[in-house]
Nanobody, 125 residues
Framework: VQLQASGGGLVQPGGSLRLSCAAS????????IGWFRQAPGKKREWVSS????????YWADSVKGRFADSRDNAKKVVYLQMNSLKPEDTAVYYC???????????????????WGNGTLVTVSS
């Protein structure tokens, strides 16, 4: 099982960026895919999770309404579309896969068995 995140870069406040998470070695439908981020000097925090089974996506309050997710099952790629970016969105973003964590545990890093490399997003003018 491998996850490869990409798409990070430098963007101005208010701008947009789309991250990709390419999966290999497993079926996207069988795992919950989560996104986390870690800002400099801070703990890694949960951003979103799309649950396997019902396919619903859950969002952290800090990004709700600004971020969206999508996926290409044929290519086994999950996307994180980030809009209206703010300087506080600056972080290394990680994608992760977990075997169907329960709803109340979606935000926990321990719910995810597999982690991709991080991709740096810098929001600055």
């Amino acid at each position: 099982v491998q996850l490869q995140a990409s798409g990070g870069g430098l963007v101005q406040p208010g701008g947009s960026l789309r991250l990709s998470c390419a999966a290999s070695g497993f079926s996207l439908d069988r795992y919950t895919i989560g996104w986390f981020r870690q800002a400099p000097g801070k703990k890694r925090e949960w951003v979103s999770s799309r649950r396997s089974g019902d396919g619903r996506t859950y969002w952290a309050d800090s990004v709700k309404g600004r971020f969206a997710d999508s996926r290409d099952n044929a290519k086994k790629v999950v996307y994180l579309q980030m809009n209206s970016l703010k300087p506080e969105d600056t972080a290394v973003y990680y994608c992760a896969a977990g075997p169907r964590p329960i709803l109340s545990a979606l935000h926990l890093m321990a719910s995810y068995s597999y982690w991709g490399n991080g991709t740096l997003v810098t929001v600055s003018s």
